[in-house]
């Protein structure tokens, strides 16, 4: 089955780590995302990236980093200065960016700091 | 700043009852529109989708939605809606080359 996988589901961290999030896509999309959903909040846009070896920051980029070397992952981490980390995490992926092209989501991973 | 509002955080119908949650855009030049949904437990899934040609759309489960361009909207309808509807609808709008920016949401509680 074709699709995208974010692992692990739940993950819990102390504060002062920094954690990477995994996301996989075997769609042999081009576009890959990753959003924050918080209550009330919507999905808000961290990096995504058009190609492999190339990201562009989002609206709330500050505290977390991404990197591209293969098609098929889009891992992200967060680091210990992202002030508010604990929040629900999805990654997309799309055959290229923009236009008419629908967005994939995986299931998320849930991220919570203590 | 380029956004997307969604007018309403919570709707309560009851079933049968009709839908429309509101979606205004402030982004300039073409764009192409979204409605995700989110169910209980289960991924973000597209519902309807435009961006050109006849601006009343149609999408999955008797969604339909209706661009109007001189009030930058594309608000989501359903004539009916069941129980199996209550979810979380997103509305997002993107520009060539660029990612989609979402609303907040409307959460939909359906009463049988």
Known sequence: DGGITQSPKYLFRK??????????????HDAMYWYRQDPGQGLRLIY???IVNDFQKGDIAEGYSVSREKKESFPLTVTSAQKNPTAFYLCASSSQSGGTYEQYFGPGTRLTVT | AQSVSQHNHHVILSEAASLELGCNYSYGGTVNLFWYVQYPGQHLQLLLK??????????????????IKSKFSFNLRKPSVQWSDTAEYFCAVNQAGT??????????????
């Open chain 1, 48 to 50: 995504y990236s058009q």
């Open chain 1, 15 to 28: 504060e002062g780590q920094n954690v990477t999030l995994s996301c996989e896509q075997n769609l042999n």
């Open chain 2, 50 to 67: 435009y961006f050109s040609g006849d601006p009343l759309v149609k999408g999955i489960k008797g969604f339909e939605a209706e661009f």
């Open chain 2, 99 to 112: 990612a989609l920016i979402f609303g907040k949401g409307t959460t939909l509680s359906v009463s049988s």
